[in-house]
């Protein structure tokens, strides 16, 4: 699937591959329903748990673009939330959001991951009806490791291959401790303009061979 995505890049003979992605909320969240894709409590106000749907809008895209060692990570368009109340998402708004990784990103076996903390990596998340902006910055693990987007199906049960996303953040004057502040979601590979009727005239080709021979 990476190679397909990519696929059009390395045949125009560019130094750059990219792989885009399409996001969604991830079925495995700690204060679901509803569903999510980013959870920031205390974004609103002290003791509050915030969560904010990627599937409401479904325009959110991961896109990481390889450029030799040079390797870097945008996510990107809407999301729909607020302060979680159990069922339902209370006093709910629309977000743009653009977040960026430029530093500490190292290809792994399993897809991606951001090592360390630095202020070139971070984000803005946006209201579209009121004045409302918050900009993120990384927050990195014990380990080091700040977001992590691989092919490992993490937290969802008997998926092993499914690609997820999950890294750490901070809001502005809002440090992260004894709470929730993070990225949590699924993907699936979007392939490359031309590159599905590049494979299939590929695979005529090679049926046409073999008829004639």
């Given amino acids: 699937a990476l190679a397909i995505a990519a696929l ?20 495995d969240g700690n204060a679901a329903p509803p569903f999510y894709g980013l959870r920031v409590d205390n974004l609103f106000g002290e003791g509050n748990i915030n969560t904010f749907s990627i599937d409401w809008v479904s325009d959110s895209t991961i896109t990481i673009t390889e450029d030799g060692d040079d390797i870097s990570i945008l996510m990107e368009g809407t999301l729909y939330g607020g302060p979680d109340i159990g069922f339902t998402t209370g006093g709910a708004a629309l977000f743009t959001y653009s977040f960026e990784y430029t530093e500490g990103v190292v290809k792994t076996a ?29 927050k990195a693990d014990n380990s080091g490791v700040a977001f992590i987007f691989e092919a490992d199906g993490h937290r969802i049960d008997g998926d092993n291959d499914s690609w997820v996303g999950r890294g750490w953040v901070m809001s502005e004057g809002n440090p992260r401790s004894n709470y929730v502040q993070d990225w949590l979601f ?9 590159t599905l009727a590049l494979a299939a005239s590929g695979g005529l080709l090679v049926v046409r061979r073999r008829r004639k021979s």
């Avoid at 399993?110 to 910055?137: I, P, Y």
């Avoid at 699924?186 to 031309?194: F, H, K, L, N």
């Fill in 8 to 27: 059009s890049i390395a045949a125009a003979g560019a130094s750059a591959q990219v792989f885009e992605f399409a996001m969604s909320d991830h079925p």
């Fill in 110 to 138: 399993d897809g991606w991951r951001v090592l360390g903390m630095s202020e070139a990596n971070g984000g803005v998340l946006t209201a579209v009806d009121s004045d409302f902006s918050a900009t993120f910055t990384t």
């Fill in 186 to 194: 699924t993907a699936e590979v979007i392939p490359a303009p031309g």
